[in-house]
């Protein structure tokens, strides 16, 4: 029973973070800025077609967003009724995180599709920028005046103890496994992958060519924060993992993997939204008179 009662505790708490409570906070965000922020009196922020799309569109996709995530929110509830209904307990010997995994990626469906039209978004002004005065700042950029030292040492700290860990399961003893080298590959891979990420913020260009300066490093360091802390959560849930196939916890991995998701969710939009406030961006630059980059 107490399992039970955790379980289902934890993944309600995943459905209302992930489907309700951020969605919220972004719908909020975008109705802010169209009702302060108009096309008449900041063209820059809205290039073409997006101009037409603020007028016309915004208030339907917004509507369309909500409409999703409830949806989703709605299933899961009912997912969990009837896993109650039925008398559902997580097996001892695991495999039910995959459902939890898999309504994970499902949850983060629309947040993705938003991205996606964000990324977009920033390629159209891009295209229209006409501007032809350019400035830059040339000083060098570098890590440490993005994020402390600590996290970085713990971010590799957690990777070398998970590597040791892992290699040192006695179901490794006899020699390594094929599963055992795709795992170790893959997950230095994701390892790369992320410090690329790091890097081309560190020395990129602008995403948003009007953005002003302040802005722009504000966003450097919540990119790289979100990067190093996503590290830090994988090598910590890797570690828990191995941990619980060792000490045979297997049936409480669909409670630590919504406790990762959750976390991950937490510390990549919900950063995000605390490092980057509406209330608290300079949107003078997106004025037709103003010419920053």
């Known amino acids: 029973m107490l399992v039970q009662a955790i379980f289902y505790t934890v993944f309600v708490a995943q459905l209302l ?3 309700y409570y951020y969605p919220r906070k972004f719908t909020a965000r975008i109705s802010y800025l169209l009702a302060n922020y108009p096309p008449e009196q900041y063209p820059k922020l809205y290039p073409k077609p997006y101009d037409y799309h603020a007028e016309n569109g915004a208030k ?4 369309a967003y909500r409409f999703v995530n409830g949806l989703i929110l709605v ?3 009912g997912i969990l009724t009837a896993m109650l209904a039925s008398g559902y307990t997580p097996r001892l010997l695991g495999g039910d995180e995959v459902f939890v995994l898999l309504f994970g990626a499902v949850q983060t469906v629309p947040h993705m599709i938003t991205e996606i039209g964000t990324a977009k978004y920033f390629k159209r002004m891009k295209e229209v920028d006409i501007s032809t005065t350019k400035k830059a700042d040339l000083r060098p950029r570098r890590l440490f005046d993005f994020i402390s030292p600590a996290y970085i040492g713990l971010a590799v700290i957690l990777y070398i103890g998970w590597l040791v860990f892992f290699l040192g399961n006695s179901e490794f003893d006899a020699g390594l496994t094929t599963p055992a080298y795709v795992t170790v590959i893959g997950t230095a891979t994701m390892h790369l992958l992320i410090t690329g990420v790091i890097m081309m913020n560190i020395r990129g260009l602008k ?3 009007h953005q002003a300066y302040r802005d722009q490093l504000k966003q450097i ?3 790289i924060r979100i990067c190093v802390f996503v590290i830090i959560l994988m090598n910590s849930f890797l570690i828990l993992m191995d941990a619980s196939d060792r000490y045979a916890w297997e049936v409480f991995d669909p409670v630590f993997t919504s406790l990762y998701l ?3 969710i937490i510390f990549s939009l919900g950063l995000r939204f605390r490092k980057s406030r509406v209330e608290e961006v300079d949107f003078s630059v997106y004025k037709e008179d103003v010419w920053l980059v």
């Not at 339907?60 to 509507?63: F, I, M, P, T």
């Open 221 to 223: 360091e919540t990119t």
């Open 17 to 19: 973070l992930v489907s």
């Open 262 to 264: 959750q976390l991950i």
């Open 75 to 77: 299933a899961g509830f």
């Open 60 to 63: 339907k996709s917004l509507r």
């Open 207 to 209: 995403v948003d060519p």
